[in-house]
Antibody
Framework: QVQLQQSGAELAKPGSSVKISCKASGYTFTSYYISWIKQTTGQGLEYIGYINTGSGGTNYNEKFKGKATLTVDKSSSTAFMQLSSLTPDDSAVYYC???????????WGQGTLVTVSS | DIQMTQSPSSLPASLGDRVTITCRASQDIGNYLRWFQQKPGKSPRLMIYGATNLAAGVPSRFSGSRSGSDYSLTINSLESEDMAIYYCLQHNEYPPTFGGGTKLELK
């Protein structure tokens, strides 16, 4: 069955970076894009961007350019998102989701909580 | 970016009720509209795609409709397991944007 398994919760200091992983199984990894979504209590759900898992091409929401960097390791069917120059506003649950293009579909990871605090 | 205005933000209802949640798009999105259900501590679950199509495994008491730029999710005969937050998502134009969410709770 299709699964997206995300890495565990992160506690990071302001100014640092974190890298979250999303390991796919149960399907041909390169046949679907991976999108990343941010969820906070205040801002709800925000779309960060997507990666073409076949070519490695990326497209970011303008709001997250410079904040998020999406990469992929096809050999391990894993997508990654690095968040840099962290501030408390980056504290959120981050989800990866599978889609045919940039649209998050039926399969999501379980979410990764990132907490930014000194 | 396309704005999705979702209403109401909170919806108290009783078991057995028929409820409707609406999203209004700030621009034309065609039928590129999805509805998600999210329960506490869980990932969003796809309920409706293409504005009106039921996703796999979703009970038939859920339905989606469109009237112009207004998109609705209707739940007939509400059950306790339906208590959750519901979000719409437009994916006609990049970046995809979500509605603000509707918290469906027991009256």
């Amino acid at each position: 069955q299709v699964q997206l398994q995300q890495s565990g919760a992160e506690l990071a200091k302001p100014g640092s970076s974190v890298k979250i992983s999303c390991k796919a199984s149960g399907y041909t990894f390169t046949s679907y894009y991976i999108s990343w979504i941010k969820q906070t209590t205040g801002q709800g759900l925000e779309y960060i961007g997507y990666i073409n898992t076949g070519s490695g091409g990326t497209n970011y929401n303008e709001k997250f350019k410079g904040k998020a960097t999406l990469t992929v390791d096809k050999s391990s069917s894993t997508a990654f998102m690095q968040l840099s120059s962290l501030t408390p506003d980056d504290s959120a649950v981050y989800y990866c989701a599978r889609g045919l293009y940039y649209s998050p579909g039926a399969y999501w990871g379980q979410g990764t909580l990132v907490t930014v605090s000194s | 970016d396309i704005q999705m205005t979702q209403s109401p933000s909170s919806l108290p209802a009783s078991l057995g009720d028929r409820v409707t949640i609406t999203c209004r798009a700030s621009q034309d999105i065609g039928n590129y509209l999805r509805w998600f259900q999210q329960k506490p501590g869980k990932s969003p679950r796809l309920m409706i795609y293409g504005a009106t199509n039921l996703a796999a495994g979703v009970p038939s008491r859920f339905s989606g409709s469109r009237s112009g730029s207004d998109y609705s999710l209707t739940i007939n005969s509400l059950e306790s397991e339906d208590m959750a937050i519901y979000y719409c998502l437009q994916h006609n134009e990049y970046p995809p944007t979500f509605g603000g969410g509707t918290k469906l709770e027991l009256k």
